[in-house]
């Protein structure tokens, strides 16, 4: 290399300074990665993070070495010899003269050097308050741990009826977090009525205190009441942000044929506690999954849909939020005046709403269903986009299909079939049930469809054995795993009886089955042997863990 000329030198100290800038660039994106590392406590992101911060460190002292070697007037060659004899322990032998000005030093170094120094306090106040809101963070969920359920991760998507009127602002911006299922009494603290049949219902812990399970945008639970001499379980989406973490908040319609329905509208009250188990369900969407997100609901699957925009806007998520609802009449419009109000709020949030009925001449928008033309109006480049559907099963296959010829990819589009957790008693011996209906929770009859199919006789000789439970049942082509082995008593788990939601997942351990639905299975768990025992159908014998 060649004495350093005036071009030399200049080249030098812009990559000397170019440098220190990707070194501070990598200290703080290695910071951020470090917190959601911890936040997420995942190893594998913090050395990852770590290693971010490293690579930082060395280009600011790369590039400080660089400008010192300036200022000393060492020629790049000898700079070289001088970092690897000082790197591999060997003493020097480039000497480094020394350079005018204070302490020996020039006054250019001492800039950079006092540069330098405040950079380097100042990350390490910015880390240290970042590492105290973490702590803080740990410190709040560390107290559940005891509490949370079964070592088992949420499973799929589910049937729900729920919402909430949480208020725009969080009280915890914090990321959302999906715990383990939990299971254990909520108190009622407050029910809000939101139109003439609809009510939302805020839970919240016995004690002070954040409720017990963190959930994703999206999740529900499952209520537990005996009603009649009867064990009845619902699902109901989690309708308020999980930014909010003192209650949940659920909104369910009152329908005269919902045993479960009518029961919270008519009997509870502030104060009863409720058994709840959750959170579950992969309906979900945090911000991370697409860089544009359109929800569009029927009725009450407006729900889960709140729930996700209450996130968004809470956490300030910057892609378009198109947000389309269809419902009976305005005066069945659930949480208009919150949806107008964050509108306004948020330029990237765009509503647009249709009503069936007309007789109201309050209501300016559109009218009639949910349809093809609408949805192409109200959303703009809607192939590309990602689409959150949920409403009555009718509702969303006529909407997937429109959507499917609008252009839209089968893979972006995610449906959630809302729908009781059935629980009907086994038929005769001479009649089994016909698969369950997917109408909504407590938006149908919760009798068997006076359309319901006679299905076949068990096939001589076709079982499905039980092995934990040491029993075993007569198996019929057209009957369900679930259904045998309600007949003979052996307890599977479950809750939209749909094959949404996934809590029915068993073993297989012999035999082959069909199943019409499988939503709630994902594919490694299907992989894995696992099926959904409500879809699970055969005309074979099967052997079964439960």
């Known amino acids: 290399m060649p004495a350093l000329t005036p071009e030399a030198r200049r080249f030098i100290e812009a990559e000397a300074n170019n440098r220190i800038g990707w070194g501070s660039q990598a200290i703080s994106s ?7 590392a911890l936040a997420g406590n995942d190893p594998t992101a913090i050395q990852q993070a770590a290693e971010k911060i490293r ?63 405040a950079f380097l306090v100042g990350a390490l106040l910015v880390q240290y308050a970042r590492m105290r809101k973490i702590g803080s963070l740990v410190q709040r969920l560390t107290p559940l741990s005891p509490e949370a359920g079964p070592n088992q991760p949420p499973n799929n998507s589910t049937a ?6 949480a208020s725009p602002a969080a009280t915890n911006p914090a990321p959302a977090i999906a715990t383990r299922p939990w299971t254990g009494g909520l108190r009622v603290a407050a029910i809000f009525r939101e139109t003439a049949d609809v009510k939302t219902f805020r839970l919240s812990r016995h004690e002070s205190g954040p409720v017990p399970f963190t959930f994703l945008p999206g999740q529900f639970v499952t209520f537990s009441a005996k009603i009649a001499d009867k064990e009845i379980r619902r699902s109901y989406t989690i309708a308020s942000s999980p930014t909010q973490r003192d209650f949940i908040e659920i909104t369910v319609k009152r329908e005269e044929q919902g045993l479960e329905s009518r029961y919270l509208h008519d009997h509870v009250a502030v104060g009863d506690t409720i058994e709840v188990s959750g959170p579950y369900g992969n309906f979900t969407f945090s911000g991370t999954e697409s860089a544009s997100i359109v929800l569009i609901s029927g009725g009450v699957g407006i729900t889960p849909m709140m729930c996700v925009l209450r996130y968004l806007t809470d956490r300030s998520y910057p892609g378009d939020i198109f947000f389309l609802h269809g419902a009976r009449a305005a005066r069945d419009f659930i949480f208009r005046e919150e949806l107008e109000y964050l509108e306004k709020r948020h330029a990237n949030m765009h509503l647009v709403a249709t009503m069936e009925e007309t007789e109201e001449s309050s ?9 093809k033309a609408f949805i192409a109006q109200a959303v703009p480049d809607i192939a590309w986009r990602r689409v959150h559907v949920c409403g009555p099963p009718a509702m969303m296959e006529a909407v997937k299909k429109q959507l499917l010829e609008l252009g839209v990819a089968s893979e972006k589009i995610k449906t959630e079939a809302f729908g009781p957790a059935q629980g009907r008693p086994p038929a005769p011996p001479t009649q089994q049930p016909a698969a369950a209906s997917r109408a909504p929770a407590d938006m ?23 092995t934990s439970s040491g029993k075993t049942a007569p198996l019929g082509p057209d009957q369900s795993v679930l259904e045998a082995a309600e007949s003979i008593g052996v307890e599977i788990d479950y809750s939209c009886r749909v094959g949404t939601c996934g809590i029915c997942v068993v073993p297989l351990t012999a035999g082959k089955v069909t199943m019409e639905v499988e939503e709630g299975l994902p594919p490694a768990e299907k992989a894995r042997g696992m099926i959904l025992a409500c879809q699970a159908k055969s005309v074979g014998s099967l052997v079964v863990e439960a």
Do not use: C, N
Request: aromatic fraction near 8%.
């Open 444 to 466: 149908a009859p919760e009798q068997p469809s006076p359309t319901a199919a006679v299905v076949a006789l068990p096939t001589a000789g076709t079982t499905v054995e039980f």
């Open 363 to 371: 209501w300016p928008g559109a009218v009639g269903r949910i349809s």
């Open 160 to 165: 729900s009826t729920s919402s909430a009127a």
């Open 30 to 36: 290695g910071q951020a990665r470090l917190q959601d």
């Open 55 to 117: 690579e930082g460190v060395l280009q600011l002292q790369s590039g400080s070495a660089a400008l010192r070697a300036i200022a000393a007037g060492i020629a790049p060659r000898q700079l070289a010899l001088a970092w690897f004899k000082d790197q591999t322990g060997v003493q020097s032998a480039v000497p480094i003269p020394a350079a005018s000005g204070s302490w020996g030093l020039s006054w250019y170094h001492l800039t950079m050097m006092a540069f330098l120094v």
